[in-house]
Structure formats: structure tokens, C-alpha cells
């Protein structure tokens, strides 16, 4: 059997104590983007949720302009702190607000080709019109990014309810013309790609059907 000289045994020693401090620093590297992607995507989870509640009241149709802004006021008041502000109700907010909820409603943005001008054939009214009732988004590049932020929220949920879909098919399903486009405005939206994003709701799940405490 071979003997190892002392300077030889001390050698090896300090390797394994490097090898044993390697994983330790890995280990908790893996741990902290782990509880960042947890934090996110709770996040994530609680903006879709208040997004829903809010067009769901602002997209009733039975109710009139000032029932609508009424309810979300009310609605607010209950999901925010007592300092959140009230909505500001001139006629572009208005209709922008109007314009959210049915668009969100009815994925016009679906249509790879859903643009500025097919935005504002779907609120009958002209490009002019549109332009002067919600100002932003007067550069059609600006609306463009509106519409792919609505994409990629449906995206999002269908990437919760679906993690089996590929992320081409999600993409072509939320009217992105490709998968650059698609991770460019998940990212824009949420900080993270669709990729980390589908990692950590993976991390999420293990989590939750792992019986041990």
C-alpha cells in the first residue's frame, strides 16, 4: 500500500476542503436565485390575478362609464394600501381603460399583424382619433410594445397552465411573429425570460409536491 509523504497528505487535504467550500458557494447560489425566481414569480402571479379582477370590472359592458369607475375605485381601495391613488377619469383615460379591458377580453392581439391601426379599427375609431384619446401611444412603435406586454401576460398564463407547451407554440398562440420577439417582450415585461421564468415555476411545483418538511 502506498504511503503519502505529510506535504502530500496536506495536499489532498486542502483540496477537499476546496472541492467541500466550491459546493457550499454553489449550493447557496443556487438557493438564493431559487427563493429570486420564488419572489418573482409570486409576483408574477398577484399582478396577472389584479389585472384580471381590475378588466374584469371595467370590461362589464352592463355597467355605464361612472359605475365602471365606481367599481374600481372600490376595488382598489380593497387590493391596495389606503394610499393608493384613485384613477384619474378624463375621456382618454377613460378610454383607455375601456380599451384594456376589451382587448383583454378579447385577444384581438392574437393576430401576429395586431398593430396601431388594427388597435384602433378594434375601438372604432381612426388612427387620429386614437392618437388624440391616449397621447402615449401616439409613436406606433410605443403601441406595439403595449400590445406585445399583452401578449406576453396571456403568455404567462398560459405557461402556468400549460408547462407541457412548447415555447414556440406558446409564442405563435400569443401572436409573436417568433421566439426573439416573444423572449424580448416576456423579459420587457416581467425582468426575466421565459426560460427562467418556466424554471422557477418548475422549483415551485418540485417544492409543493415534495412531501418532506
Known amino acids: ?101 376589451r382587448v383583454n377580453k378579447e385577444k384581438p392581439f392574437m393576430d401576429p399583424d395586431f398593430d396601431q391601426k388594427s388597435l384602433a379599427e378594434f375601438m372604432e375609431v381612426d388612427v387620429e382619433t386614437f392618437c388624440k384619446l391616449v397621447p402615449r401611444y401616439t409613436d406606433p412603435e410605443r403601441t406595439l410594445e403595449y400590445i406585445n406586454s399583452l401578449r406576453a401576460e396571456h403568455a404567462a398564463k398560459m405557461l402556468m397552465e400549460h408547462s407541457d407547451y412548447s415555447m414556440e407554440y406558446i409564442a405563435s398562440q400569443c401572436g409573436f411573429k417568433n421566439l426573439a420577439a416573444f423572449n424580448s417582450a416576456f423579459k420587457f415585461a416581467f425582468g426575466i425570460t421565459p426560460t427562467d421564468y418556466m424554471s422557477g415555476v418548475s422549483q415551485m411545483f418540485k417544492k409543493k409536491k415534495d412531501p418532506r418538511p
Do not use: C
Open 1 to 101: 500500500m502506498m504511503q503519502l509523504t505529510l506535504a502530500e497528505a496536506d495536499t489532498i487535504i486542502v483540496i477537499l476542503i476546496f472541492i467541500v467550500i466550491l459546493l457550499l458557494v454553489l449550493g447557496g447560489i443556487s438557493l438564493y436565485y431559487n427563493r429570486v425566481f420564488k419572489r418573482r414569480n409570486e409576483q408574477l402571479h398577484r399582478i396577472l390575478d389584479a389585472l384580471d379582477d381590475y378588466r374584469a370590472i371595467v370590461g362589464d359592458r352592463d355597467l355605464s362609464l361612472d359605475e365602471q369607475e365606481e367599481a374600481v375605485k372600490i376595488k382598489k381601495s380593497k387590493l391596495a394600501s389606503k394610499a393608493a391613488k384613485a384613477i384619474p377619469m378624463g375621456q382618454g383615460q377613460s378610454f383607455f381603460v375601456k380599451m384594456d379591458a
